[in-house]
């Protein structure tokens, strides 16, 4: 995005300096383009086009936006278009860093007693994951320190949810997901299931910062407005049973100096846990043999239910 643009954008003129005739001109083009969409079938399909239309025209009108600027945010969007493909999704990208992924999960994943919080998706989550048993290694050779990863699944009655299906992800200590490096490879990411209490635990990688992909336009923009391209370190969680709410969240390491200027404002309160850093020779909770130092975190998952 050419700076130009921003700075275009900052001058806006202020709606006062509008005359009346000038705004009566643009008020009819707001009726006719609402207009346009009287006659379709769908009345949900309607109320979104046409709050778009009025919110997209406001937003225009407010900043009385040049036709260059239009033309660049044009160009932006086909350039986001371009470098998307099967593993990289700039719109995802797009969307969570002006907040509107984290947006539309507050909106749809309402508060609902001690439910656990949910949080942004992300553009890296791949359908063929590995099936792990409890207490194996969803790092699968993945470079970075090994974490045990323990907690239970619950109702918000404090019943556990055996049974339920508790898929991870994550990128490794070089801030890649696994389809950064190859389409088809799988590593940092695995699924289980809980087990009749309701518990599960596994190896994984202890979460470190990394930037999101900031070498197309997304990146682009980030860095011609100041932010950071970096999220704060965190583990991918996605956990589902029949007649429960899917929660999709992470949890977030303490004391990660960029937690609340995560570029994708996916940190919750709630979801930052104490990864325990544990001593070389601390013994491991399945004896396993640690080459290296390690760490340890608990997760408590409780499930709101799918009416919620």
């Known amino acids: 995005m050419p700076?130009?643009?921003?700075?275009?954008?900052?001058?806006?003129?202020?709606?006062?300096?509008?005359?009346?005739?000038?705004?009566?001109?643009?008020d009819t083009l707001v009726e006719k383009v609402v207009q346009s969409f009287d006659r379709t079938p769908?009345?949900?399909?309607k109320q979104v086009m046409v709050s778009l239309v009025k919110h997209l025209h406001s937003f225009i009108r407010d900043v009385r936006l040049t036709e260059a600027?239009?033309?660049?945010?044009?160009?932006?969007?086909?350039?986001?278009?371009?470098?998307?493909?099967?593993?990289?999704q700039e719109f995802v990208l797009l969307s969570d860093v002006l907040g509107a992924s984290m947006q539309t999960i507050n909106i749809n994943n309402t508060a609902y007693q001690?439910?656990?919080?949910?949080?942004?998706?992300?553009?890296?989550?791949?359908?063929?994951?590995?099936?792990?048993?409890l207490g194996g290694d969803v790092a699968f050779g993945a470079p970075g320190e090994a974490c045990w990863v323990e907690g239970s699944v619950t109702d918000t009655g404090g019943l556990p949810v055996p049974g339920a299906r508790i898929e991870v992800w994550e990128a490794d200590e070089e801030g890649l997901y696994d389809v950064q490096?190859?389409?088809?490879?799988?590593?940092?990411?695995?699924?289980?299931?809980?087990?009749?209490?309701?518990?599960?635990?596994?190896?994984?990688?202890?979460?470190?910062?990394?930037?999101?992909?900031?070498?197309?336009?997304?990146?682009?923009?980030?860095?011609t407005v100041g932010r950071s391209p970096l999220r704060a370190s965190h583990l991918h969680f996605m956990v589902a049973h029949e007649g429960w709410?899917?929660?999709?969240?992470?949890?977030?390491?303490?004391?990660?100096?960029?937690?609340?200027?995560?570029?994708?404002?996916?940190?919750?309160?709630?979801?930052?846990?104490?990864?325990?850093?544990?001593?070389?020779g601390t013994p491991t909770p399945d004896?396993?043999?640690?080459?290296?130092?390690?760490?340890?975190?608990?997760?408590?998952?409780?499930?709101?239910?799918?009416?919620?």
Request: zero cysteines; glycine letters at 8%; hydrophobic letters at 35%.
């Open 245 to 280: 709410r899917t929660l999709v969240t992470h949890i977030f390491p303490a004391g990660d100096a960029i937690l609340w200027d995560d570029s994708v404002f996916g940190v919750k309160q709630s979801l930052i846990k104490e990864f325990e850093q544990q001593p070389v």
């Open 287 to 308: 004896g396993r043999t640690i080459d290296g130092t390690w760490s340890r975190v608990r997760f408590d998952i409780v499930l709101a239910p799918t009416e919620a």
């Open 42 to 45: 769908d009345p949900r399909l």
């Open 3 to 26: 700076r130009s643009f921003v700075n275009d954008a900052a001058r806006g003129n202020i709606e006062r300096d509008v005359t009346p005739e000038q705004r009566a001109v643009e």
């Open 69 to 88: 600027e239009w033309g660049a945010a044009i160009d932006f969007l086909t350039q986001a278009g371009h470098i998307t493909d099967d593993v990289r």
């Open 114 to 133: 001690d439910a656990t919080e949910a949080t942004v998706f992300g553009p890296f989550f791949v359908e063929d994951s590995p099936r792990v048993e």
């Open 181 to 223: 490096y190859d389409a088809g490879k799988r590593s940092g990411r695995g699924h289980l299931y809980t087990d009749t209490n309701g518990d599960y635990r596994f190896w994984a990688l202890t979460p470190t910062p990394y930037p999101i992909p900031d070498d197309g336009p997304v990146g682009q923009m980030l860095a």
